[in-house]
C-alpha cells in the first residue's frame, strides 16, 4: 500500500521581508542575499557572495533561529564592517534552513549600505 505523498512543511515558501523595501518569497536552502538578489532587492555583494567582504551585511529582525549558524569566517568578515550588532548576518551566508513559524524571515539592510548601494546604481 502506497503512503500518499504529503508536501513537506519546508517546501513551503518562506518570505522573507527587507524592512522598508519589500517583501519577496524564497525557498528553504535559500540565503537571503540569493533572495535579495533573485527579486530585484539591490543588496551589495562585492566578493560574489564568498565571505570574502562584508558588504553584504544585514540585520535580522525576525526569523534568526531559523538562519544557518555564523561560521567563524563569517564573524571575522563582520569584525570588519560598520555597524555590527548582535543581530549582524553577512547575507551571503545565512541560509534560511526551515519554515520559521509565522513563516517570515526579516532583515534590515543597513541604511549606510543603502546609500552606499543607491549611489552606485543611481
Ligand atoms: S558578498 Fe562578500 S561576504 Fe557576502
Do not use: Y
Given at each position: 500500500?502506497?503512503?500518499?505523498?504529503q508536501?513537506?512543511?519546508?517546501?513551503?515558501?518562506?518570505?522573507?521581508?527587507?524592512?522598508?523595501?519589500?517583501?519577496?518569497?524564497?525557498?528553504?536552502?535559500?540565503?537571503?542575499?540569493?533572495?535579495?538578489?533573485?527579486?530585484?532587492?539591490?543588496?551589495?555583494?562585492?566578493?560574489?557572495?564568498?565571505?570574502?567582504?562584508?558588504?553584504?551585511?544585514?540585520?535580522v529582525?525576525?526569523?534568526?533561529?531559523?538562519?544557518?549558524?555564523?561560521?567563524?569566517?563569517?564573524?571575522?568578515?563582520?569584525?570588519?564592517?560598520?555597524?555590527?550588532?548582535?543581530?549582524?548576518?553577512?547575507?551571503?551566508?545565512?541560509?534560511?534552513?526551515?519554515?520559521?513559524?509565522?513563516?517570515?524571515?526579516?532583515v534590515?539592510?543597513?541604511?549606510?549600505?543603502?546609500?552606499?548601494?543607491?549611489?552606485?546604481?543611481?
Amino acid at each position: 500500500m502506497s503512503q500518499a505523498r504529503q508536501p513537506s512543511p519546508d517546501a513551503a515558501p518562506v518570505v522573507v521581508r527587507f524592512a522598508g523595501i519589500r517583501d519577496v518569497e524564497a525557498k528553504v536552502g535559500t540565503s537571503i542575499l540569493e533572495a535579495a538578489l533573485a527579486n530585484g532587492v539591490e543588496l551589495d555583494h562585492a566578493c560574489g557572495g564568498v565571505c570574502a567582504c562584508s558588504t553584504c551585511h544585514v540585520k535580522v529582525l525576525a526569523g534568526a533561529e531559523v538562519l544557518s549558524e555564523m561560521s567563524d569566517d563569517e564573524a571575522d568578515q563582520l569584525d570588519e564592517a560598520r555597524d555590527v550588532g548582535l543581530d549582524s548576518r553577512l547575507g551571503c551566508q545565512a541560509r534560511i534552513l526551515r519554515v520559521p513559524q509565522g513563516g517570515r524571515v526579516e532583515v534590515a539592510i543597513p541604511r549606510w549600505n543603502v546609500n552606499l548601494v543607491r549611489e552606485a546604481h543611481d
